[in-house]
């Protein structure tokens, strides 16, 4: 395993932001498991967690305000360090970017015992939320998150309460999926009144 501290890395348009290596989840498909980096970026996997300083000096390297979307992905799950995400948009917003885009297992409250949506308010524009699988049982399977049964309807409910703080709320599947499982995947976005966004399957990438 390569180790680099690459924080910051372009992706088309977007700039993505790589601010932990933690993540309660061992998703079957995670593209840490098949490489050290993404999209063709430097190792992903980090020397240490960042710190804030060490994020704003990763970020002052780039023009900022230039990308359509600032995004918070890695090789990690960004909620695990809520607080650094929310002083990183902060520093984002302030040199100008127009939007942050949080790409997220939807574990956060999980993560931190409490509901975490709130803290998203005025700090992401666009919440991307891996639903991975229409049903419980199929979910559990390919993401097996360290919370166990508790984690899919957690997700949802995060899911659900981010409507109420972040502008753009969306749930993601990648077209790989059974008709089946695909089909209870709409019926479920549905019922939580959120779009889904239906990804190409790209082995280059994360889950996002
Ligand atoms: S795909 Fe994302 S949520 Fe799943 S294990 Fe990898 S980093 Fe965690």
Same mark, same amino acid.
């Given at each position: ?55 704003? @000096? ?50 956060? #409250? ?8 709130? #803290? ?85 990438? @994360?889950?996002?």
């Amino acid at each position: 395993m390569q180790k680099a501290m690459t924080i910051a890395y372009e992706v088309g348009e977007n700039l993505y932001l790589n601010i932990t290596n933690h993540c309660p989840c061992a998703c079957t498909f995670c593209i840490r498991t098949m490489s050290d980096g993404a999209y063709g970026s430097d190792p992903l996997w980090l020397e240490h967690e960042p710190s804030l300083e060490e994020i704003r @000096t990763a970020l002052d390297a780039f023009d900022v305000a230039k990308y359509k979307e600032v995004v918070f992905c890695g090789f990690g799950e960004p909620t695990e360090r809520l607080e650094v995400m929310r002083e990183t948009a902060r520093y984002l917003k302030a040199r100008g970017v127009k939007c942050i885009r949080l790409n997220t297992n939807g574990l956060s #409250d999980l993560i931190h015992g409490r509901s975490t949506a709130a #803290d998203l308010e005025g700090v992401v524009d666009v919440v991307s939320i891996s639903l991975n699988a229409g049903t419980e049982e199929a979910y559990l399977d390919v993401t097996r998150p360290k919370f166990g049964a508790e984690a899919f309807p957690a997700m949802q409910r995060f899911a659900e309460d981010c409507k109420a703080y972040v502008p753009q709320v969306m749930l993601t599947v990648v077209d790989v999926l059974e008709p089946s499982e695909l089909a209870a995947a709409k019926r479920l976005a549905e019922q939580l009144g959120i779009r889904l966004r239906i990804r190409k399957f790209d082995n280059a990438a @994360t889950r996002r």
